[in-house]
């Protein structure tokens, strides 16, 4: 008995036809256009995570109260995160470039 239910309920959805349409979340027609947008978003966070450093060595910096390690941990954060922000940029140059390229329109 507990076999013919589990069938029945693995088949239901088979039988189960609907006629509503589910709109696309996701907004990108193709796999590329999604994997762009993934790879835009993730250099987004990136982008604000390097802001949140480059505001964080400041911090340490002006906090430092001369304390010349304390003001090497700043300075050091303000030039890596200002390097990250170089990356950054230059990563979505080039991937827009790249992007432009597979699409054709360059």
Partial sequence: MKKIVLFSLLLLPLSAKAAVEVPNPLSA???PELAGQM???LLGISGAL???FLVWGGILWMTSSGNSERVKKGKDSIV??????VVIFLSYIVIN???DILRGTT
């Fill in 29 to 31: 027609d193709s796999i």
């Fill in 39 to 41: 790879i835009r978003g």
């Fill in 97 to 99: 470039f790249v992007f």
């Fill in 80 to 85: 890596w995160a200002i390097l990250g922000l």
């Fill in 50 to 52: 390097a802001l949140f």
